[in-house]
T-cell receptor
Framework: DAGITQSPRYKITETGRQVTLMCHQT?????MFWYRQDLGHGLRLIYY???????DKGEVPDGYVVSRSKTENFPLTLESATRSQTSVYFC???????????FGDGTRLSIL | AQKITQTQPGMFVQEKEAVTLDCTYD???????LFWYKQPSSGEMIFLIY??????QNATEGRYSLNFQKARKSANLVISASQLGDSAMYFC?????????????FGKGTHLIIQP
């Protein structure tokens, strides 16, 4: 089925380790986004991408790296995880600017 | 910069009553879109309704309608005939329509509980 898939759904890791969260969409949407959700903050934009090889920072990009070599994939990497990056991470995609973003089911990441 | 304010952290509503969730926004962009999402306890984000800043009529989608008052910069979500399954977090969000890839700016959400 077409859609947007995030993996893993749950991840526990230790401070200082590198971890990559995967996002794959089958709609061929141009735009893809990464958000984090924390209590008291709602969802905040980490990085976004307008097309393959085009990425840009959002509101809270520090400590994260993204790439987009293919339209359908948009992985998010924490190069050296910190406890403050414990959060629920959502990937989303959309076609046009005035179209709704469709979200994956989220990855719950815990950093010990 | 864009800002979304949701002033109701939590609401209790009796089943079958209508409910209004408040959302005010601040932006200097002339063109923008307003969105509402539902997040049930299972965690997924579900798109409910969209309103463009130049749309002349308020958006409606089934039991959901958006009360858009541009001069007041408000975009309240109205749910008619509430159901137990409407219990969830509700987020108001906005996005600039020009400029392409901008992400959504979210409010902090309203936790709606429908009581039988």
């Amino acid at each position: 089925d077409a859609g947007i898939t995030q993996s893993p759904r749950y991840k526990i890791t230790e401070t200082g380790r590198q971890v990559t969260l995967m996002c794959h969409q089958t709609w061929s949407h141009s735009y893809m986004f990464w958000y984090r959700q924390d209590l008291g903050h709602g969802l905040r934009l980490i990085y976004y991408s307008a097309a393959a090889d085009i990425t840009d920072k959002g509101e809270v990009p520090d400590g994260y790296v993204v790439s987009r070599s293919k339209t359908e994939n948009f992985p998010l990497t924490l190069e050296s995880a910190t406890r403050s990056q414990t959060s629920v991470y959502f990937c989303a995609s959309s076609d046009l600017a005035n179209q709704p973003q469709h979200f994956g089911d989220g990855t719950r990441l815990s950093i010990l | 910069a864009q800002k979304i304010t949701q002033t109701q952290p939590g609401m209790f509503v009796q089943e079958k009553e209508a409910v209004t969730l408040d959302c005010t926004y601040d932006t200097s962009d002339p063109s923008y879109g307003l969105f509402w999402y539902k997040q049930p306890s299972s965690g997924e984000m579900i798109f409910l309704i969209y309103q463009g800043s130049y749309d002349q009529q308020n958006a409606t989608e089934g039991r959901y309608s958006l009360n858009f008052q541009k001069a007041r910069k408000s975009a309240n979500l109205v749910i008619s005939a509430s159901q137990l399954g409407d219990s969830a977090m509700y987020f108001c969000a906005m996005r600039r329509s020009g400029g392409g890839a901008d992400g959504l700016t979210f409010g902090k959400g309203t936790h709606l509980i429908i009581q039988p």
